[in-house]
């Protein structure tokens, strides 16, 4: 989704979980190139802090320059318009910029599952080839365009599908003793059916069989700004012994 003047490339891409209690928020956008000047990284993370402010309305309390992986960032406590707690964090991952936010809509104090929610992250940084393609694709984007896919947790995946299947343990493996988790990603349409699968990880025996059970899931449309997109699923199924 590419929202106003929410980063300095064109193109924000942004992932939405909510709960009546929390509103979970990951984005990240990429930058053209890459800093190594702790002035201009402070500047970037500054400003994209700025530009959330701006966005949400929001009204700063507490800040403090954090790490994560050796990359630097942000860890920011504020408070909504409307006195809602805010909690925000901001990394620099090479050319990638992450955004990684929790409003807490019943006003409740911060709880071990929202620092689970920060802690759990671990970015993967760019490839160089994705770093080759990052001005490619910035540039090729129109400023009026919607982004055509989000990426979206495996617990939202899960409790979002309509329809699920669960793989047949293949004989061979099973008399093998094989066992294990294959990780699937999966790419739906608009229309909530998958159009693409991959296997990410796994052992080897067990990766068909979770294939053909990722391409019979299906979900609901997806939409951003009322309308419908393309989106990456990521999908793990267990392969048990008994």
């Known amino acids: 989704m590419k929202i106003g003047q929410d980063s300095p490339s064109s193109v924000t891409y942004i ?13 990240y956008f990429d930058i053209l190139e890459p800093l190594t000047e702790s002035e201009k990284i402070d500047q970037l993370l500054d400003e994209t802090r ?3 402010i701006k966005i949400h309305w929001l009204k700063p309390q507490d800040e403090t320059k954090i790490t994560l992986m050796e990359f630097p960032g942000r860890s920011t406590k504020m408070k909504t318009y409307n006195g809602k707690p805010f909690l925000f964090r901001i990394y620099l991952v090479k050319q990638r910029v992450y955004y990684l936010s929790v409003t807490l809509l019943l006003n409740q104090e911060e709880s071990s599952e929202v620092e689970g929610f920060f802690e759990s992250f671990k970015p993967t940084p760019l490839t160089d080839e994705e770093i080759k393609n990052v001005a490619s694709f910035s540039h090729a984007e129109d400023n009026n365009a919607l982004v055509h896919k989000i990426m979206v947790s495996e617990n939202f995946a899960n409790s979002s599908a309509i ?15 094989i066992s294990g988790i ?10 909530g059916d998958v159009i693409g699968a991959e296997v990410v990880e796994g052992p080897e025996q067990l990766q068909d069989a979770a294939l053909q059970a990722a391409k019979q899931w299906r979900w609901k449309p997806t939409l951003l700004n009322d309308y419908p997109v393309n989106v990456d699923y990521a999908l793990s199924f267990k392969f048990r012994l008994e």
């Open 15 to 27: 992932t939405d979980l909510q709960t009546p209690a929390v509103a979970y928020t990951l984005s």
């Open 50 to 52: 700025d530009r959330i």
């Open 163 to 177: 329809r699920k299947a669960q793989p047949l343990y293949p004989a061979e493996a099973k008399a093998a003793g």
């Open 182 to 191: 294959v990780k699937v990603r999966v790419l739906v349409s608009e229309d």
